[in-house]
């Protein structure tokens, strides 16, 4: 537990890495993404290879699109080549390049759907074929609600990836019906000042940062929207496809951890992430939850110091954030006790460590 005066990141980071459990119980993703990235980069005249090695990834996993890369190392690689490109929107720029035909079995079968509305569903049906971090929900009530949500993987560490994510579901939704829909509103738990002056052309105007859940809202009658490539029996032939690798990946991960931090980060400006309600979230008893987190060598109270250290290290790296509103973000209801907190992890105040990330 974070007992001593001083913490540095790197161990603390080390510690992390050892409670994220052995990489073949991690989720797996195609790696489309993190390849669109490494394209661009190299485009850019990058060197990849310090990029790949950050984030755990080798040149011969970019060139072989067979190989599936895991989930963390996906969101790791593209916050790297963010940085190193200066692009602080790359997953939404990125979901704009590649044809959405390039998405294989996937976008065909959404392809091949009678109706949007039938088009989402099989999204949220076959959502772990591309990646098994992700799962899809779509409702259809007073709203045509579709949200995203991770599993097994943390979801704080990312910007990117989920920006790719719901930029690809529009164009998809766009090029299936022969419209240009729009969304009532988008809702991404990950906070931002301000998004990209391009949001409103995909996104609408009613985009809501550091919200408790990921999602897209649509006006309800565009469920019934016939999709235009609509075919049946492609669609028969496609699904029993879909079926057949969707019982070949992996239902559970155990990482406990992954998804208690998740539900901790939206909470966390409203200073209600506590153990009882965390449990609460994740339809769980107290006892229930203390013994989980235990046998994965963790307490609440340490693991929320820890998962607030790194949200910190994260935030100071936006230097839209004042310190003011990073101390916000991670519940804290003064600024002198997130700086008291900053100073105990790492003998150095706030404003101490962002001057020398900057430097």
Not at 46 to 57: F, Q, S
């Amino acid at each position: 537990m974070l007992n001593e005066p001083k913490i540095e990141s790197q161990t603390l980071e080390s510690k992390t890495d050892e409670a994220r459990g052995h990489p073949s119980q991690l989720p797996n993703a195609s790696g489309a993404i993190a390849r669109l990235a490494f394209t661009r980069a190299k485009a850019a005249g990058i060197a990849v290879e310090p990029l790949l090695k950050g984030a755990h990834l080798t040149l011969s996993q970019m060139e072989n699109p067979h190989l599936h890369l895991k989930v963390r190392d996906q969101i790791q690689f593209l916050n790297l080549v963010a940085g190193a490109l200066a692009d602080d929107f790359l997953g939404f720029h990125l979901a704009q390049a590649p044809d959405l035909r390039e998405f294989g079995l996937f976008y065909y079968v959404l392809a091949s759907a009678e109706t949007l509305m039938d088009a989402f569903e099989r999204a949220a049906r076959y959502s772990s074929i591309l990646n098994e971090g992700i799962c899809c929900r779509c409702t259809d009530g007073g709203e045509l609600r579709v949200s995203l949500c991770y599993v097994g993987v943390n979801r704080h560490p990312d910007r990117h990836q989920i920006e790719f994510l719901l930029t690809a579901l529009i164009r998809i939704s766009r090029q299936l019906t022969g419209m240009h829909l729009m969304p009532t509103r988008m809702r991404l738990i990950h906070f931002r000042e301000r998004g990209s002056p391009e949001f409103p052309e995909y996104f609408g105007d009613d985009v809501q940062f550091g919200a408790d859940e990921d999602e897209i809202v649509f006006p309800a009658r565009i469920a019934n929207l016939p999709v235009v490539s609509a075919d049946p029996y492609l669609s028969k032939i496609l699904i029993g496809y879909c079926e057949e690798a969707l019982s070949k990946r992996m239902s559970t991960y155990r990482s406990f951890r992954a998804n208690v931090e998740n539900a901790i980060v939206p909470l966390l400006p409203h200073g209600k992430a506590s153990a009882s309600e965390i449990a609460r979230r994740l339809g769980i008893g107290q006892r229930t939850f203390a013994r989980r987190l235990s046998t994965e060598g963790l307490t609440f109270s340490g693991l929320l110091e820890r998962l607030r250290f790194d949200l910190a290290n994260r935030y100071l790296q936006d230097r839209n954030l004042s310190i003011s509103e990073i101390a916000w973000l991670l519940g804290y209801q003064e600024v002198g006790g997130f700086s008291h907190a900053f100073k105990r992890w790492t003998g150095k105040t706030p404003r101490e460590r962002r001057t020398k990330v900057a430097a």
